[in-house]
């Protein structure tokens, strides 16, 4: 907690909340608060220099607010790079919700929620993600018009999601082995949702060798059933030789911890902010030589498809779309190598300098 000591000496005033903001260059934060449904939430609203911020609302039982407002601070800044990479004429956002997904929800939960997002008059537009639905998406949508990924229009973002993933680490693939062929490679995933799920089946089609984790047991039993791949335990996947590294579930998996135990060649998940400090491990992985495709390049499936809908575009944009992430690997990879900085800080430029570009363009003439 910060204290005024003189409120008559403004400098002495010290905002905690405004300085994170200004650490991530972010334009907005709005803070939900509803005790008649018991919500709260964040909604972060990055950067709206290439269109209105659209990210997912995402929803966790977080330790503390703290916590929250950290991870709203750096998905939204994701969203406003994946954006960018990704052609999208759209800014950066996301929102988090505090609170169980699996009891907390209901209709006026969301609704309440959904006017939150329509205060916002047009500059936040959200859709599902980790812990909330489709369905979750339609109760916002009785309140605000600013949501995407509604049933019957571009509906779950997870199969594009997935493919651009798969897509984007056979370039990944290229880059390291010479050919981007996945048939009898061994590859972890490590989290089998609806992302993890739709990669697992494109990779067992192409004949790779596939090993899978997840806090859900039944739904492990299942996947291993269903796809003929092999159930390893949740600390057991750093321990992996494997070939390529796919972590599909929560971020900072990629830590000063797991770079100590993985043996693969290539890190290319469909996962948030995989590198738990981007300065530090960032370089790491490249000085052991692995190739790391950044994540917010890899995973611009979902807000492809998402985009689709809110231009009116056909559905089989999305697919067609998200084939570009392959050459947006590429493109990453060789002049990461070329410069001999680490991929991530490879992406982050190129998505500045779309940015920066594009912000020219609507300087007033």
């Given at each position: 907690?910060?204290?005024?000591?003189?409120?008559?000496?403004?400098?002495?005033?010290?905002?905690?909340?405004?300085?994170?903001?200004?650490?991530?260059?972010?334009?907005q934060?709005?803070?939900?608060?509803?005790?008649?449904t018991?919500?709260?939430?964040?909604?972060?609203?990055?950067?709206?220099?290439l269109?209105?911020?659209?990210?997912?609302?995402?929803?966790?039982?977080?330790?503390?607010?703290?916590?929250?407002?950290?991870?709203?601070?750096?998905?939204?800044?994701?969203?406003?790079?994946?954006?960018?990479?990704?052609?999208l004429?759209?800014?950066?956002?996301?929102?988090?919700?505090?609170?169980?997904?699996?009891?907390?929800?209901?209709?006026?939960?969301?609704?309440?929620?959904?006017k939150?997002?329509?205060?916002?008059?047009?500059?936040?537009?959200?859709?599902?993600?980790?812990?909330?639905?489709?369905?979750?998406?339609?109760?916002?949508?009785?309140?605000?018009?600013?949501?995407?990924?509604?049933?019957?229009?571009?509906?779950?973002?997870?199969?594009?999601?997935?493919y651009?993933?798969?897509?984007?680490?056979?370039?990944?693939?290229?880059?390291?082995?010479?050919?981007?062929?996945?048939?009898?490679?061994?590859?972890?995933?490590?989290g089998?949702?609806?992302?993890?799920?739709?990669?697992?089946?494109?990779?067992?089609?192409?004949?790779?060798?596939?090993?899978?984790?997840?806090?859900?047991?039944?739904?492990?039993?299942?996947?291993?059933?269903?796809?003929g791949?092999?159930?390893?335990?949740?600390?057991?996947?750093?321990?992996?030789?494997?070939?390529?590294?796919a972590?599909c579930?929560?971020?900072?998996?990629?830590?000063?911890?797991?770079?100590?135990?993985?043996?693969?060649?290539?890190?290319?998940?469909?996962?948030?902010?995989?590198?738990?400090?981007?300065?530090?491990?960032?370089?790491?992985?490249?000085?052991?030589?692995?190739?790391?495709?950044?994540?917010?390049?890899?995973?611009?499936?979902?807000?492809?498809?998402?985009?689709?809908?809110?231009?009116?575009?056909?559905?089989?944009w999305?697919?067609?779309?998200a084939?570009?992430?392959?050459t947006?690997?590429?493109n990453?990879?060789?002049?990461?190598?070329q410069?001999?900085?680490?991929s991530?800080?490879i992406?982050?430029?190129?998505?500045?300098e779309?940015?920066?570009?594009?912000?020219?363009?609507?300087?007033?003439?």
């Amino acid at each position: 907690m910060f204290e005024v000591k003189d409120i008559k000496d403004t400098n002495l005033i010290e905002n905690p909340v405004i300085a994170q903001m200004s650490q991530y260059n972010h334009e907005q934060l709005l803070f939900c608060n509803d005790n008649a449904t018991g919500l709260k939430a964040i909604i972060g609203v990055h950067s709206t220099v290439l269109g209105p911020s659209l990210g997912g609302t995402r929803m966790w039982m977080y330790n503390n607010e703290l916590e929250a407002l950290t991870d709203v601070l750096r998905l939204s800044r994701g969203m406003t790079y994946k954006n960018s990479l990704a052609g999208l004429n759209l800014g950066g956002g996301k929102s988090v919700i505090i609170g169980d997904s699996r009891t907390m929800k209901n209709e006026a939960y969301m609704r309440r929620f959904g006017k939150f997002v329509n205060s916002l008059g047009g500059k936040y537009i959200t859709a599902e993600d980790v812990g909330t639905s489709t369905q979750d998406m339609t109760w916002v949508s009785m309140e605000t018009k600013h949501v995407v990924g509604l049933p019957g229009k571009s509906g779950d973002p997870s199969p594009v999601t997935a493919y651009g993933v798969y897509v984007g680490m056979k370039a990944a693939a290229k880059e390291q082995f010479g050919t981007d062929a996945l048939k009898g490679r061994k590859i972890a995933v490590q989290g089998v949702g609806h992302v993890g799920e739709y990669l697992v089946g494109h990779l067992v089609k192409e004949g790779a060798e596939v090993f899978v984790t997840d806090i859900n047991q039944e739904l492990l039993k299942r996947i291993s059933s269903e796809y003929g791949v092999k159930v390893v335990g949740l600390d057991e996947i750093y321990d992996l030789d494997v070939d390529i590294y796919a972590p599909c579930a929560l971020g900072a998996t990629v830590n000063d911890e797991t770079l100590k135990r993985l043996k693969c060649a290539v890190i290319a998940g469909a996962a948030n902010n995989q590198l738990k400090e981007e300065s530090v491990h960032g370089r790491l992985v490249m000085e052991k030589g692995i190739i790391y495709a950044p994540d917010f390049a890899l995973n611009a499936g979902g807000v492809i498809n998402c985009y689709s809908e809110f231009a009116g575009l056909n559905p089989d944009w999305g697919m067609i779309k998200a084939e570009e992430i392959y050459t947006t690997i590429q493109n990453i990879i060789k002049r990461s190598k070329q410069e001999n900085i680490p991929s991530y800080q490879i992406a982050n430029r190129m998505a500045e300098e779309r940015i920066e570009a594009i912000g020219k363009v609507k300087l007033p003439m």
